[in-house]
């Protein structure tokens, strides 16, 4: 031996080194936020800075699946700060947003067609409802961010609307699917949204191409005032999974959805036919209130809650999954985008 001892090389092992390559699917993980509930399923960035509008974009397919499965999807971990890159998100799932027009609650637009969530007293809870379920045109999907979480309390609880629908009775529910609900709202009282933001216009004609073009119907009335009544369902199928999903706001609009002192003072200046706003059956008769709190045990026992975290997203199937709001205190904004416009039948009904 001579004693020159040799490295061994390193040029065949490195010569046809293969490239390590991640899927787009790869580039998150998924798993349900709460261990023995599907709803919220939770997706987090695995590498940092992920844009979450281009990873939307190439998974458009995965999103639908998990969202037809889960009823919502919660990203955490992205970078999303405001409205332009909200709107982004929603625009690569979705496309063009929809404008919020026939409106229940007040909401303020932000940019584009972004809104804040309902502006309601921050000491008050916004019940569980699938949004725009007492029209027959609706958002198939609707999206969330949080911008600034409250201080205390703000959360938004979700629900499963398939599986409210089968815990609430076989009675209550075939009565509602085969009567539907009647919404009627009166409009000029200063009571409740007047009708120039509900409809975004000022022109009566307006309005009252509206009121046909969705089966509303209408009557001008005193100091300008105005009545609306429409028949929408109480039950749908959702279009693409065929499932059915307890759709309506009658335990909203009900009187009965008011604190007792203020219904009392409603109903002593009121009729019920007069009411800013009162649900009753297709057929004109009056709602159970026991059905209407067997609905709401339906929906609290269904409810699902999570804390916001800033930057965080969120997109539900609207017809899926019911949304609400938990009293807060201190600064809050969570906006709001709509997509999708879905209505009976799984047929698009333009306003």
């Not at 379920?133 to 309390?153: D, E, H, M, R, T």
């Not at 009658?250 to 007792?260: I, N, Q, R, T, W």
Request: aromatic share 8%.
């Amino acid at each position: 031996m001579n004693g020159d001892i040799r490295k061994p090389s390193l040029t065949g092992l490195t010569r046809n080194r293969m490239p390590v390559t991640i899927s787009q699917a790869e580039l998150c993980s998924f798993e349900p936020l709460h261990i023995n509930n599907p709803l919220p399923l939770l997706v987090r960035p695995r590498v940092p800075g992920l844009n979450l509008a281009t990873w939307l974009g190439h998974n458009r397919e995965l999103v639908g699946t998990h969202l037809r499965e889960h009823g919502g999807l919660l990203f955490r971990g992205f970078t999303v700060s405001g409205p332009p890159e909200f709107e982004a998100c929603v625009k690569a799932v979705s496309g063009e947003l929809l404008e919020y027009i026939y409106r229940s609650t007040p909401r303020t637009r932000v940019a584009g067609k972004i809104y804040t969530s309902t502006t309601y007293p921050q000491s008050r809870s916004i019940p569980l409802h699938n949004e725009m379920s007492y029209s027959q045109s609706w958002p198939l999907k609707i999206w969330f961010l949080s911008v600034v979480p409250a201080q205390q309390g703000g959360r938004t609880p979700i629900a499963d609307s398939r599986k409210v629908f089968n815990r609430i009775s076989r009675a209550v529910r075939e009565r509602f699917t085969r009567r539907q609900v009647m919404y009627v709202r009166n409009y000029g009282q200063g009571l409740d949204l007047p009708w120039q933001d509900v409809f975004q216009t000022n022109e009566k004609s307006e309005v009252e191409r509206l009121c046909r073009t969705v089966g509303i119907e209408f009557a001008w009335t005193a100091n300008d005032g105005l009545t609306t009544r429409q028949i929408c369902q109480a039950v749908a199928h959702h279009p693409q999974t065929g499932e059915d999903v307890w759709f309506n706001q009658a335990h909203l609009f009900h009187v009965s959805s008011l604190d007792p002192a203020a219904r009392e003072l409603l109903l002593r200046t009121f009729t019920e036919g007069e009411l800013p706003r009162h649900a009753f059956y297709g057929d004109g008769g009056a709602i159970e209130e026991s059905a209407l709190e067997e609905i709401r045990d339906a929906f609290q026992h269904e409810a699902v809650v999570f804390s916001w975290e800033k930057g965080d997203v969120l997109l539900l199937d609207n017809m899926l999954t019911a949304h609400g709001r938990e009293p807060y205190q201190g600064p809050r904004q969570v906006l709001t985008g709509m997509a999708e416009r879905c209505g009976i039948g799984g047929v698009c009904v333009e306003i």
